[in-house]
């Protein structure tokens, strides 16, 4: 004769119905601040900083207003968590990759230049970043301060970590970093409308290939180490005529 399967105490069921709730729950809210996320950066490059507000956020998102206050507490720390999400910046973590004992371990020279190396691929794949960063120069806000100082934590966190002794050792380094952290921040913004900079084709891998096999001989020289030979004819296959 077949038993019957001991029924499941309507206590238990009841638990694991609670749970699915809670756990649905969860996952919505973690889809709304994504989507919320994902607003800030659409309003900013869109819109610029004079349009965000969190009106302007909900209704890109598709929520009530209330979310963000209930999500975020607000607009300042909204923009302060968009920031710091890797979003709009790299994070230091993603330029020193998946292996970072071992980009830590590098050379000097090496490390240097190969974070810059994926501070432009970073950079390059963030257009919306491209369209605030040249919004910045012509619109300054406290919204706006909330990312610089989202850039300077991150500018402190990377001297730390790449520079060590050898920024110690080399104070001028230290300028020349800031330099080219500019530089590279400005032709990005500038590929927008002009296309090639001092013959380097701006919206092309092979320009910016072109950019930071240069970063990669300056680090060299940088550093103290002998550059290496530079095949003929190699610069000029990595640019075009005006």
């Known amino acids: 004769m077949r038993m019957a399967a001991p029924k499941r105490s309507s206590r238990s069921a009841q638990g694991s119905r609670v749970h699915a709730g809670v756990a649905a729950k969860a996952r919505d809210r973690g889809a709304t601040e994504e989507r919320i996320l994902a607003a800030v950066g659409t309003v ?36 302060r968590q968009w920031g710091a999400s890797g979003r709009f910046w790299p994070t ?95 032709l990005l913004v500038r590929a927008r409308t002009i296309r090639v900079f001092g013959g380097i084709d701006l919206r092309t891998d092979a320009g910016w290939r072109a950019l930071t096999e240069s970063l990669r001989a300056s680090a060299l020289a940088l550093f103290g180490a002998k550059p290496p030979t530079v095949r003929k004819g190699a610069a000029r296959a990595q640019t075009i005529r005006r």
């Open 92 to 186: 230091v973590d993603e330029l020193l990759g998946d292996d970072r004992a071992a980009m830590l371990a590098r050379p000097a020279a090496e490390r240097w230049s190969l974070f810059f190396d994926r501070f432009i691929d970073a950079l390059r794949a963030r257009p919306l970043t491209v369209e605030i960063l040249a919004a910045e120069i012509v619109q300054r806000n406290e919204l706006s301060a909330i990312l610089e100082d989202e850039r300077e934590q991150w500018g402190a966190q990377a001297e730390a970590l790449l520079g060590g002794e050898e920024f110690r050792a080399r104070p001028h380094l230290r300028g020349t970093t800031l330099l080219l952290v500019a530089g590279v921040q400005y």
């Open 44 to 79: 900013l490059a869109r819109d610029g900083f004079g349009a965000v507000g969190v009106n302007a956020i909900a209704r890109e998102a598709g929520v009530d207003k209330v979310l963000i206050y209930r999500y975020f507490g607000g607009l300042a720390e909204l923009l």
